[in-house]
């Protein structure tokens, strides 16, 4: 049997939603998707106003939902706590300390009223995932994005575009849990298109989609089980790392973002960076937006082995330079690059944990999972998760009869 994870069928997840929903909310709902993501390269330059390359998923988080009559908001997901109801009020959009997973809705209703789009009365919403939380496919973004998605469709708010509900979930996830996540991700989970990437420039949000349906091989994501607990604080350094850097660099070169420079650019500046730390967080930054310009190049000729080198050398600069992996994580992609039929492979998400993406050609995809599972057990004792990677559509709604 292989290893790769099987996802449950749209219609039996709605089918089980169903059921709960009746008997939790009861009344009549509309169904809504939005998929996790996966990014094929450009990793942590969404926020240094680089290029990212992402996929929207095939599998992600749906609801059914309904409008209220009051202004209550109530909220429950089968993923947490056997779908236990919350109970809010349009009253009190702010941030509870105690709030757990219901900030990243609750914060998406309130960046529509913090966007001058009153909320005429509350929502029923019921939501499941199959993203593994935590695990850098970005289930956070696809909650925002659904929620943005419930929200312009049963109060039809006409003025709000696929790529606003990108922009009021990043400002969901940065302003009220307080996140300072760049745009990819709730990007890739609103504008997603089924069998190609996203070749997105994150300074102007300027987009070409490119097919990504290879001729031999797929995308295999490896999920390492680590959750991505220290990421938020890290994230936060991070961004403020390649800021200082930024700041420094514009006393000698008129820059705003790091990912205006080019690598030729960039070893002129360097040296008023003065600080080994910051000088590995921008070569990052600068690097890794190089390589997704080239690696972009050759996936549109077809060069596939040249897209897969890319992928590797961004993995060892996350590693080495970023400093965002983690021994997990490191294994499975060292590992992997002994393997036959391996293209490339590298972390993919914010890192910390979570999971590692790679091209596998099809012959080897079977002997690519079972012995990258056999030898992380006798590692680290973790079992690695496997999921063939379709590219699906972004945030949508579901007809149901
Ligand atoms: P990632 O976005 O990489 O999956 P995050 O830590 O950013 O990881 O977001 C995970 C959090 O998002 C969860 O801990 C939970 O609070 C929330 N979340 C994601 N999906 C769901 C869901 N289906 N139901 C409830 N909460 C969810
Ligand atoms: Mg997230």
């Known amino acids: ?29 509309r169904a809504f998707f939005a998929p996790g993501r996966v990014n094929m390269i450009g990793e942590h330059t969404d926020y240094n106003g680089g290029h990212v390359f992402p996929c929207a998923l095939s599998f992600g988080t749906y609801a059914l939902a309904a409008k209220r009559d009051d202004r209550k908001v109530r909220l429950a997901s089968l993923n947490i706590r056997g779908g236990e109801v919350f109970e809010g009020s349009l009253d009190d959009l702010v941030y509870h300390e105690d ?34 939380a935590g695990s850098g496919l970005s289930s956070s973004a696809s909650l925002e994005v659904l929620t943005g998605l419930v929200l312009r469709e049963l109060f039809g708010f006409e003025d709000v575009s696929q790529e606003d509900l990108a922009t009021l979930g990043q400002m969901a996830e940065n302003q009220f849990v307080g996140m300072n996540c760049g745009i990819m991700d709730q990007y890739a989970s609103a504008m997603g298109q089924k069998d190609h990437a996203i070749y997105l420039d994150t300074n102007t949000l300027k987009k070409e989609y490119a097919p990504f349906v290879l001729k031999d091989a797929k995308i295999v994501i490896t999920n390492s089980g680590v959750k991505h607990q220290l990421a938020s604080s890290e994230y936060n350094t991070r961004r403020a790392e390649c800021e200082k850097a930024v700041e420094k660099i514009s006393s000698v070169k008129p820059v705003s973002t790091l990912g205006e420079l080019t690598t030729k650019e960039f070893e002129k500046v360097k040296d008023v960076l003065k600080d080994e730390t910051l000088l590995r967080r921008a070569r990052h930054a600068v690097t890794e937006n190089a390589r997704t310009l080239e690696a972009y190049d050759a996936l549109l000729k077809g ?27 490191d294994f499975l992609v060292h590992e992997a690059w002994k393997l036959p039929g391996v293209i490339g492979s590298r972390i993919t998400g914010g890192g910390f944990g979570g999971c590692t993406v790679s091209i596998v050609k099809n012959e080897h995809i079977e002997n690519f999972m079972e012995v990258l599972q056999k030898k992380y057990k006798e590692k680290f004792g973790l079992d690695a998760e496997f999921y063939i990677a379709d590219p699906g559509d ?4 579901i007809r149901i009869d």
């Open 303 to 329: 060069d596939v082995e040249t897209f897969g080198k890319l992928m590797n050398e961004s993995h060892t600069s996350l590693e080495k330079d970023y400093e965002v992996s983690c021994p997990e994580v």
């Open 1 to 29: 049997m292989s290893l790769g994870t099987v996802f449950k069928s749209q219609k039996e997840i709605l089918g089980e939603m169903k059921s709960v929903y009746e008997k939790t909310f009861g009344g009549s709902y």
């Open 99 to 132: 709030g757990g997973w219901t900030n990243y809705p609750m914060g998406v209703l309130w960046a529509f009223e913090e966007t001058g789009r009153k909320l005429p009365s509350g929502v029923d919403i019921l939501y499941f995932g199959n993203i593994p």
């Open 394 to 397: 972004g945030a949508h709604e």
